[in-house]
């Protein structure tokens, strides 16, 4: 198997996104795609699965030059994107997500069990681990990862697009992934992997190719790996900036948990006689394999959440459950795991999101929003 992409060129308005890039993939590979944000990374991979059309360029796959019109066209010659902010349907369950388009049907009506066995069957087979049953909503962040990868493996696809798939994972989960992802690759997968993590490509990847402002700025084979190269092709210029290590904070408590309980979204016990206390000029860390109550934790301080037993208290002021609006008059800000979401809407523009706290607030007058001083301030 080979597959390479020779000069995509892909403008939106005025923004020339991609210049005459060129990408190959062997067989068997896993082959990073390495630049900051806005290198022009995810929009290069949404042409190859035909989600994007290009102004000019050639894609080749196989020794024939194909022509990839849609997502669909991508699956049918076996290429599978997993998107960044997963293409799932929080309402159904992970055996309805995992079929769509390829639904058993029996006397000519959805058959839920043969789509639940074949689930069952894809995720033992490459020992993802998932309940087929479960809805997607309940699942954690690394768990929706694992069916968007799995629908795509459901699709006999033999090349594998990951699109930045560590930004929102814990460390552990990364760890697992990574496991996941050699596995494949030893069944013959070939995966692209897009990062702007240096550490993670240095460790997961056999080639690496890095874009900047929409051009291939280099590439390496893994034996010529080398950081500050890399650092280079990235951002065009040296990078050492030393952080110095500042000590903790000791001034006042500003937040204070005393033995929090709260139940999870399965009406289990996820937070259990929880306590600590955080004070001003600190960042304070809280570690643990996902799905053991750090969400829950955040979501009962955020006011997202009641808490069942237990106190909390906002410099010195009893904040046990209060809802939302006190807690962001206050000063307490929330970014969600879940930020496509939980912290976004999607469906309006950026100016909206902005001013959704405040949009009763400075940005109001009487009835009407002030849009001149929300586009000022965003």
Not at 23 to 43: D, V
Not at 63 to 91: C, Y
Not at 100 to 118: D, H, L, S, V
Not at 288 to 315: C, D, F, H, T, W
Request: hydrophobic share 40%; proline share 3%.
């Amino acid at each position: 198997m080979n597959l390479s992409m020779r000069g995509i060129v892909k403008s939106f308005g005025a923004n020339d996104v991609l210049k005459s890039v060129d990408f190959s993939l062997r067989g068997g590979e896993i082959c990073a795609l390495l630049g900051e944000n806005g290198a022009g990374k995810s929009t290069l991979m949404k042409v190859l699965f035909g989600q994007e059309q290009p102004e000019s360029g050639k894609i080749f796959y196989k020794g024939k030059e194909v022509n990839i019109s849609s997502p669909l066209a991508a699956l049918k010659l076996g290429i599978g994107m997993v998107h960044q902010h997963f293409m799932l349907v929080p309402s159904l369950t992970v055996a309805e997500n995992m079929v769509f388009g390829i639904e058993p049907t029996k006397c000519g009506i959805f058959n839920y069990k043969q789509a639940a066995k074949m689930t069952r069957e894809v995720s033992k087979k490459f020992g993802l681990d998932v309940d087929p049953d479960m809805k997607v909503r309940d699942l954690y962040v690394g768990q929706k990862q694992r069916v968007e990868i799995l629908k795509m493996l459901l699709r006999n696809v033999e090349v594998l697009i990951l699109d930045e798939p560590t930004a929102v994972l814990t460390p552990q989960e990364t760890e697992e992934l990574f496991a996941q992802l050699i596995n494949l690759k030893k069944e013959g997968y070939t995966i692209v992997f897009i990062s702007h993590k240096l550490n993670e490509v240095e460790e997961l990847a056999d080639r690496i190719t890095v874009l900047r402002g929409g051009v291939v700025s280099g590439r390496m084979e893994k034996s010529e790996i080398n950081r500050n190269a890399l650092i280079q092709m990235m951002v065009g210029r040296e990078l050492n900036t030393n952080y110095p290590h500042k000590p903790a904070g000791n001034g006042d408590v500003v937040l204070r948990l005393e033995k929090i309980s709260a139940l999870g979204d399965m009406h289990t016990l996820a937070l259990d006689n929880v306590s600590f206390e955080i004070r001003a000029g600190e960042i304070y860390g809280i570690a643990g394999v996902s799905g053991n109550g750090q969400r829950e934790l955040a979501e009962v301080i955020a006011g997202m959440r009641l808490s069942m037993g237990g106190k909390m208290y906002y410099r010195g002021q009893d904040f046990t459950n209060k809802p939302p609006r006190a807690k962001i008059e206050a000063g307490i800000s929330y970014v969600p795991e879940d930020r496509l979401g939980t912290g976004l809407a999607p469906n309006l523009n950026s100016v909206e999101n902005i001013i959704l706290k405040e949009y009763n607030g400075r940005f109001a007058e009487g009835w009407r929003i002030k849009w001149q001083a929300a586009v000022s301030a965003a």
